[in-house]
């Protein structure tokens, strides 16, 4: 039975400092007017993962990640679809 429930846990990540090294180059935007970078979520983890490939981070991860750290997300302005992105501005 504990065997079971141990292959059932899934790592916990704590992706605290990939969300403080994009800090270090973007704060969040408020509007998409002082935009600089949109990013989609999956571009997010993409980004992650090219650094360090072991990670074992969901999107759902980032997702709240980017929420708690102040980042927002609209559709881009003159966008033919509809498709969010994270608003970000470079420092």
Same mark, same amino acid.
């Given at each position: 039975m504990k065997q079971e429930k141990e292959q059932e846990e899934q790592p916990i990540t704590d992706i605290s400092i990939y969300i403080a090294a994009l800090s270090a180059t973007y704060r969040p935007a408020s509007t998409p007017a002082e935009t600089t970078h949109f990013f989609s979520t999956p571009e997010v983890v993409d980004a992650i993962k090219?650094? @360090?490939?072991?990670?074992?981070?969901?999107?759902?991860?980032?997702?709240?990640? #980017?929420? @708690?750290?102040?980042?927002?997300?609209?559709?881009?302005?003159?966008?033919?679809? #509809?498709?969010f992105k994270w608003m970000f501005r470079e420092i």
């Amino acid at each position: 039975m504990k065997q079971e429930k141990e292959q059932e846990e899934q790592p916990i990540t704590d992706i605290s400092i990939y969300i403080a090294a994009l800090s270090a180059t973007y704060r969040p935007a408020s509007t998409p007017a002082e935009t600089t970078h949109f990013f989609s979520t999956p571009e997010v983890v993409d980004a992650i993962k090219n650094i @360090d490939p072991s990670s074992k981070i969901s999107v759902e991860q980032v997702f709240s990640a #980017l929420r @708690d750290a102040g980042f927002q997300f609209c559709n881009r302005p003159g966008a033919q679809g #509809l498709e969010f992105k994270w608003m970000f501005r470079e420092i």
